[in-house]
């Protein structure tokens, strides 16, 4: 039988995963079954006990459940123990481990697909939960003059502020206190746009020559975070499909020990979605 593999979140019935995952197996010649796996809220724990009962080998875990994730490994890595977040489970001998390939993904995005230097730059953070967490630490690796994180719930922002501000020059707000403030980038890492609803934020975040990232993806790069940034003069704006391809391919690495080439699905997928 395949080696079987899931996403795992809520919602997860739009997520391009299995697809994405298909084309890596056909281009590494690997026998995989990779499904969606929509738990609720409430259930994370049970569904993935189901899953490894049936004999899951691993799971992609996305909203809203990267930090239990990360509770429910016997062992995590370094990079997913420091972000206390965890978005790829591997299943072996009945015991769960966790990493966390989401700054990576992020970063070969921004940098190989967008071609885009970070060294130097004023980044907005919206939100403060798992993919927040998972991506702070590689933004201050590459340079980042200053990370301010934005959130509803100031106190969470206000956590990762004194986790990671050890690292580099991290500062916590409220939405409601971005008034005046410009940044180079914008990277929307809340859930709001699957709802159809944009944070709360200024136009003014946007400074000129802005890039606007939104992690969540959709038909024709078309979120409603994105259309505010362009609407408030953002140079360019773009979805997360390239972030997802790109961390799934983490994922599939860590899986089955192969590296599959990200650009012909990552274009594919772009074709599609036009």
């Known amino acids: ?50 899953f490894i009962a049936h004999g899951g080998r691993g799971l992609n875990v996305t ?77 201050i690796a590459r340079g980042a003059r200053l990370i301010v994180i934005a959130n509803r719930d100031l106190a969470k922002a206000r956590a990762l502020q004194e986790r990671f501000g050890l690292f580099g ?24 746009s699957l709802q159809g609803l944009v944070p709360p934020i200024p136009g003014s975040v946007f400074a000129p020559e802005c890039v606007a990232y939104d992690m969540v993806y959709a038909p024709g790069g078309n979120t409603p975070f994105l259309d505010k940034a362009r609407d408030c003069g953002a140079a360019i704006a773009i979805d997360g499909l390239g972030m997802l391809v790109e961390q799934a391919a983490e994922s599939f690495h860590i899986w089955r020990g192969v590296r599959p080439d990200t650009r012909p699905v990552l274009a594919m997928l772009r074709a599609s979605a036009a």
């Open 63 to 139: 909203v809203p459940f990267k930090q239990e994730a990360a509770a429910a490994c016997q062992a995590v890595s370094e990079r997913a123990k420091f972000a206390q977040a965890v978005n790829t489970l591997t299943v072996a001998d009945g015991a769960v481990s966790g990493e966390n390939t989401d700054g990576a993904g992020l970063l070969r995005d921004l940098e190989q697909n967008l071609q885009l230097r970070l060294n130097g730059r004023r980044i907005l953070l919206l939100g403060a939960g798992g993919a927040a967490r998972g991506v702070i630490m590689p933004l």
């Open 169 to 192: 020059n991290v500062r916590a707000r409220g939405y409601d206190e971005l008034n005046g403030m410009g940044f180079e980038l914008v990277i929307n890492s809340t859930s709001a």
């Open 1 to 50: 039988m395949p080696d079987r593999y899931a996403v795992i979140g809520n919602p997860v019935a739009h997520s391009k995963s299995p697809q994405i995952h298909a084309e890596f197996a056909r281009q590494t010649g690997q026998e995989i079954v990779y499904v969606r796996l929509p738990a609720p809220r409430s259930a994370f724990r049970a569904e993935l006990a189901r």
